[in-house]
């Protein structure tokens, strides 16, 4: 009982049977993929030795995953080299993308019904074909086009004449067809982005004078990019990965480097992980770009906005020195 | 020069076929406060977003400081301007809105900046000297690097004031500017806009503040059903109504 009459009563938490049951399953399953990846495990290779004319012979351990063999490749010039073009691709095709996806999500919402159904065609044409027909068509279309002439529309005056296989590398026709393809995607990303602006905001502006083009510029897509920036980071980071299609028509990035590789040396998985590998650290420093640029254009919307990763973690540290600190003035009180 | 900054005749407007505004006669001079009452749906918003043509009207005329709004008269036709020309109108016609529509990624400072150095070209420096001026002026010093978000309604909407006045409008039009606040917020936009009455500024004023008319307005309109239904001097307007709908309208507000 406490001081004043009231029985004190003991709360007993709930005990969470499930919780330890699913701890411990995961255990077992994350034991076992650690074991997979990183334990060697026995193999049909033996080495032998020659000791005092005597032959001993003992099974030779490997990883499954031949992380030696990773380690090789991880750094070679092919891969290297490939790596390099996919960053390359995804940049040149993400800028296309973007500039022309933000050019069409306007003029989709433009009075002028050309310029509407102008952009909702191109959306609908290059969404609605495969990517992967796309690069095609684009690396071969000189079958299609041989020259290309900028003139006068139906004379035969001609100002350029440009024969189209050698201006169009294989490289640029990827770029191109990635860069098309995406700005489709892009177009309904930005105009979801230029929508979520409150109408408030453009008779603001248009109230103090500002042109439509001022409206856009100044008011409406500074602050749809808050909407825009999440789906764009997904989009690059799918960009990324889509890259790897280029190999379908000869360009070297970095799934294709890979790809050669092993098709001389039949080292398949090994290769495969290292490409897989460095698919993931591109896409982490995406992942942290993408989250300064959300914070960035976050300003205004949040009273604080959220602390940085870094920000957080200098924070628990110092919550944990304080408590480390506070537990040690105890004891010395104590003692 | 005219004595009536705003001149409307006959206007009419509506809206997928509701008629909202049927012909309304409105004339407001030059340093004079004129407020509009009304149930809500009576047109009074729209007639104000039509005289900064925000709206288009249908038919009427509209003139501000002698000058049609939106459209050129020539050879005793009206051709409808392009946006550019109706920008440069509207840039000398300030106006505060309900939800103040304050610029959300821009800090306290920007908003009051942006439409002097980017309509008017005004010089960077000379923006920035004026908005703190301005600030000062509604009773915000220090606030510059705030979000709007950071502050509170009253404090959003008198930076709306202070970005329409950073244009050094002729004529400022209010809609409503009360209506989203909390009732202890009101009297702090309340005090600025009586400030700015004073300092001779034109103002046309939406507004369910009956005191506020009462005290500040030259004259009151009120409108009802989309025809200017009573006006005249606020005193007698609103103490002794004559109509049988202002009587009924200020019994349900007062």
Redesign the interface.
């Known amino acids: 009982m406490s001081a004043n009459g009231d029985v004190a009563v003991k709360v007993v938490p709930v005990r969470h049977v499930g919780r330890w049951i699913g701890l411990a399953a995961v255990s077992v399953l994350l034991a076992m993929l650690i074991h997979t990846l990183f334990f060697q495990v026995s193999s049909a290779k033996q080495a032998c030795t020659l000791t005092n004319g005597v032959r001993v012979c003992h099974g030779v351990k490997v990883w499954r995953f031949q992380w030696d063999v990773v380690g090789q490749y991880f750094f070679t010039s092919e891969v290297l080299h490939g790596l390099l073009i996919t960053v390359e691709l995804t940049v040149i095709s993400m800028i296309i993308g973007i500039l022309l996806g933000m050019t069409i999500a306007v003029m989709r919402m433009s009075p002028n019904r050309v310029l509407s159904s102008l952009a909702w065609s191109y959306t609908w044409f290059f969404r609605g074909t495969p990517v992967l027909v796309q690069l095609v068509f684009w690396a071969f279309i000189g079958l299609l086009y041989p020259h290309l002439t900028i003139g006068i529309p139906f004379t035969h005056l001609a100002f350029v004449h440009i024969h189209v296989n050698v201006a169009l590398t294989p490289f640029e026709a990827v770029f191109i067809g990635l860069g098309l393809n995406e700005g489709a995607y892009m177009s309904e990303i930005a105009r979801s982005g230029l929508i979520s602006v ?1 109408e ?2 453009i ?10 083009r ?1 409206t856009l510029r ?2 409406v897509i ?2 749809a990019m808050r909407v825009i920036i999440p789906p764009t980071g997904n989009e690059v980071i799918s960009m990324l990965k889509t890259t790897s299609l280029a190999s379908a028509v000869g360009v070297l990035e970095l799934f294709g480097a890979v790809e050669n590789v092993y098709a001389t040396n039949y080292k398949i998985m090994p290769l495969l992980v290292v490409a897989s590998i460095w698919y993931l650290i591109v896409t982490t420093v995406l992942s942290i770009g993408q989250f300064y640029l959300e914070r960035r ?1 976050a ?5 604080t906005p959220p602390p940085t990763p870094i920000q957080r973690l200098r924070a628990d540290l110092r919550g944990i020195g304080s408590k480390f600190r506070t537990k040690r003035g105890v004891a010395e009180v104590s003692a | 020069m005219s004595e009536a900054m705003v001149e409307v005749r006959g206007v009419h407007k509506s809206y997928a076929g509701v008629e909202v505004l049927k012909g309304v006669d409105l004339t407001v001079n030059r340093g004079e406060v004129t407020c509009l009452i009304g149930p809500s749906g009576s047109g009074k918003s729209t007639l104000l977003r039509c005289i900064n043509h925000l709206e288009k009207h249908d038919a009427g005329e509209l003139r501000v400081d002698g000058d049609l709004v939106g459209y050129e008269a020539r050879n005793g036709k009206l051709y409808e301007l392009n946006d550019k020309a109706i920008c440069e109108k509207r840039s000398h016609i300030g106006m505060v809105f309900q939800r103040f529509n304050l610029f959300q990624h821009l800090t306290v400072l920007e908003n009051i900046t942006v439409g002097q150095t980017q309509v008017k070209n005004v010089d960077r420096d000379v923006a920035r000297t004026k908005a703190r001026e301005l600030l000062k002026r509604v009773g915000l010093e220090g606030k510059e690097k705030h979000y709007p978000s950071q502050l509170s309604g009253g404090q959003q909407q008198r930076v709306a004031i202070a970005r329409a006045l950073a244009m050094e409008p002729k004529l400022m039009l209010f809609d409503e500017p009360t209506s989203a606040l909390d009732p202890e917020l009101v009297g702090e936009v309340l005090d600025v806009m009586k400030d700015l009455a004073r300092s001779g500024m034109t103002m046309i004023v939406v507004t369910h503040e009956m005191g506020f008319a009462r005290e500040v307005a030259d004259t009151v309109y009120f409108l009802d059903g989309g025809v200017i239904e009573e006006s005249g001097d606020p005193r007698e307007v609103l103490l002794s109504p004559s109509s049988e709908r202002l009587k009924n309208f200020l019994s349900k507000v007062l």
């Open positions: 409150d408030g905001q008779e603001a502006a248009s109230s103090l004078g500002m042109t439509r001022q100044l008011v500074p602050q254009f300003r205004g919307a949040l009273r």
